[in-house]
């Protein structure tokens, strides 16, 4: 069960132990840890499931460390927890997420990092100091592949293709598929970032709890076809 504790310091799972992390306590140390490297967090949004175990946060990050954001966007930084012990796929894990927002145009997620699983000794408080510094690093070929993003044409078809198959895997709503659609077929420039954004900004209506996720999920949906940005 998830502890209690949400305002003591984080505590690090004994080996081979099972350990619920406190959301409140992980928040606590995420921030202490940007502060202590010279990063400024604001806009920070919390989202916590019903019962408590499950949480995800982002904030909107600046810091002299950072590579600077393509002109209109900031760096995002999210982090999911979930408490549920047992399972499959990691489902008891913290992980950071890293990506840009263009305000009312849509969010992106870029890169995404595990932090620790509840078991095994894991101390946070280190790994958060060098999710930082990955995220600190990640930013340069992020704004790399953010321009090549931007410089990529891709046909209506192609896209509209891309958002049904993101509709098939339960990342968007059927009625959320075609606004995107339709948006991606007004935009003065119809490149893969573009399209990116038409799907970022119709998941700002999904659960908060699911939408860093989903973007990530849409950026490796398209990704193999675009291997270049990678590079």
């Given at each position: 069960?998830?502890?209690t504790?949400?305002?003591?310091?984080?505590?690090?799972?004994?080996?081979?132990?099972?350990?619920?992390?406190?959301?409140?306590?992980?928040?606590?140390?995420?921030?202490?840890?940007?502060?202590?490297?010279?990063?400024?967090?604001?806009?920070?949004?919390?989202?916590?499931?019903?019962?408590?175990?499950?949480?995800?946060?982002?904030?909107?990050?600046?810091?002299?460390?950072?590579?600077?954001?393509?002109?209109?966007?900031?760096?995002?930084?999210?982090?999911?927890?979930?408490?549920?012990?047992?399972?499959?796929?990691g489902?008891?894990?913290?992980?950071l997420?890293?990506?840009?927002?263009?305000?009312?145009?849509?969010?992106?997620?870029?890169?995404?990092?595990?932090?620790?699983?509840?078991?095994?000794?894991?101390?946070?408080?280190?790994?958060?100091?060098?999710?930082?510094?990955?995220?600190?690093?990640?930013?340069?070929?992020?704004?790399?592949?953010?321009?090549?993003?931007?410089?990529?044409?891709?046909?209506?078809?192609?896209?509209?293709?891309?958002?049904?198959?993101?509709?098939?895997?339960?990342?968007?709503?059927?009625?959320?598929?075609?606004?995107?659609?339709?948006?991606?077929?007004?935009?003065?420039?119809?490149?893969?970032?573009?399209?990116?954004?038409?799907?970022?900004?119709?998941?700002?209506?999904?659960?908060p709890?699911?939408?860093?996720?989903?973007?990530?999920?849409?950026?490796?949906?398209?990704?193999?076809?675009?291997?270049?940005?990678?590079?």
């Amino acid at each position: 069960m998830l502890t209690t504790r949400e305002n003591t310091d984080l505590m690090s799972p004994r080996k081979n132990r099972w350990q619920a992390i406190p959301h409140d306590a992980l928040m606590l140390k995420i921030t202490s840890a940007a502060g202590n490297r010279g990063c400024q967090l604001s806009n920070g949004t919390i989202a916590k499931s019903n019962d408590g175990l499950r949480m995800a946060a982002d904030w909107s990050i600046q810091g002299k460390s950072l590579k600077q954001p393509p002109e209109g966007a900031f760096w995002t930084f999210g982090v999911t927890n979930s408490n549920i012990q047992g399972g499959t796929n990691g489902r008891a894990a913290v992980y950071l997420y890293a990506g840009l927002d263009f305000a009312h145009r849509g969010s992106i997620v870029l890169a995404k990092r595990k932090v620790g699983e509840h078991r095994g000794g894991v101390n946070f408080a280190q790994r958060i100091k060098e999710a930082l510094a990955w995220f600190a690093v990640e930013t340069g070929p992020m704004r790399t592949r953010w321009d090549k993003l931007s410089k990529i044409p891709i046909p209506i078809e192609w896209a509209n293709t891309a958002l049904v198959m993101a509709g098939t895997m339960n990342l968007l709503a059927r009625s959320r598929t075609y606004d995107a659609m339709n948006a991606f077929a007004k935009a003065e420039k119809q490149t893969m970032a573009t399209l990116l954004l038409c799907f970022g900004n119709e998941t700002k209506r999904s659960p908060p709890l699911y939408q860093m996720e989903y973007l990530w999920k849409f950026f490796n949906l398209i990704s193999p076809q675009l291997k270049e940005i990678r590079k």
